[in-house]
């Protein structure tokens, strides 16, 4: 894979360079509540700018359907944007149409242009080839080079991600190539002991990765609304608690492989429970209680790991040589379920561990419970590919990179 500091070389003074960034924030209503991903494609962004080249900054952000929707507008990170760079950052309120072109073609060397939003275009997101590569086509009319830095992207075969590299000359930025740096500690040279830490909402999201890592890890540290669908398959009872039933089997499998590895398994001992999901618009005082993991009333669910597991997950991680952690432990927005994902955040400071927070909401939770994020080894961008990297699958946006 060649990267940004081999095309620098080169030399790129007027030269128009195309970034797909991943500017993907979340948003309540044109305020960005968490710039963190704006904030990791800046030291290529500088780096370009600081050599002479015409930048193109180019994202997905949210889910349209194909079609401009302006609440998914990039806007309000074009202007988050310019405020970090200290600089005048042109907006083109189209992708590939003539406010795009007249935007890159107004830019002097050093000058930064974002295009709207890529998937108000059908062809980035189609299953259709042809339709991708008709976009991908039109796309790399607006540059003469390309960098890939949208590392929460890669796992897409996506035009701009999978298509439109293949079509130019390709590089990696700053970012995919320190998550791939990175991820490459957790999967070719660990240091022993390795402690994963799961949680958020699905187990069904973790499958591939807990798969994988069954064969990798030396323990794996359950929690979230994931944990009661491995507490169901324990056969505990787990009251309105989030349960996938159709996944019971599946987790009885992994506990099964873990204990005939060698690999600790560990789920909540004690979680805090309520009646009622808790208000995350106002943040309404609740009552929780805390009872044993077996033992969830009927008309209960659980909502973050107890003050028992806290201590023993932090005990767990305490020694470990590596830690990867993908996923919050409870309700963390509220802040009367929040202690759990706080007592892992601290663990991992408190731990000589190379640790790694593997994006998506335990990066954001990182952010929002007021921790230092310079603290952590690492904190990925992307989640689903940090996760899909940890599963061992081919990922079409660092494949492009490196064909």
Known sequence: MKTIDELLA????????????????????????DDGRIRAVLPTLKALIAAGAKVVVASHLGRPKGEPDPKFSLRPAAARLAELLGRSVAFAADTIGSEAHDAVN????????????????PGETSKDPAARAELAARLEALADVYVGDGFGAVHRQHASVYE????????AGYLIAGEVGVLKKLTEDVKRPYAVVLGGAKVSDKLGVIDNLLEKADRILIGGGM???FLKAKGHEVGI???????????LEYLARAEKRGVEFVLPVDVLISSEFPDLKTKAPTSPGTVGADAIP?????LDIGPR????????????????????????????????????AQALLDSPAFSVVGGGDSAAAVRTLGFDENAFGHISTGGGASLEYLEGKTLPGLAALED
Request: net charge negative; glycine share 8%; charged share 20%.
């Open 227 to 229: 944990a009661y669908t």
């Open 106 to 121: 107004s830019l002097e060397p050093g000058e930064v242009a974002v295009i709207e939003n890529l998937r108000f275009h």
């Open 309 to 344: 597991t806290r201590e023993l997950y932090a005990a767990k991680l305490a020694d470990a040589g590596t830690v990867f952690w993908n996923g919050p432990m409870g309700v963390f927005e509220h802040p009367d379920y929040a202690e759990g994902t706080k007592a892992v």
């Open 241 to 251: 608690s989030l349960l996938q039933e159709d996944q019971v089997p599946v987790c």
């Open 164 to 171: 439109l590299p293949r079509l130019m000359p390709s590089y």
């Open 298 to 302: 009927a008309d209960q669910e659980g």
């Open 10 to 33: 080169q030399g790129v003074q007027g030269k128009r360079v195309f970034v797909r960034a991943d500017l993907n924030v979340p948003l309540d209503g044109t305020t960005i509540t």
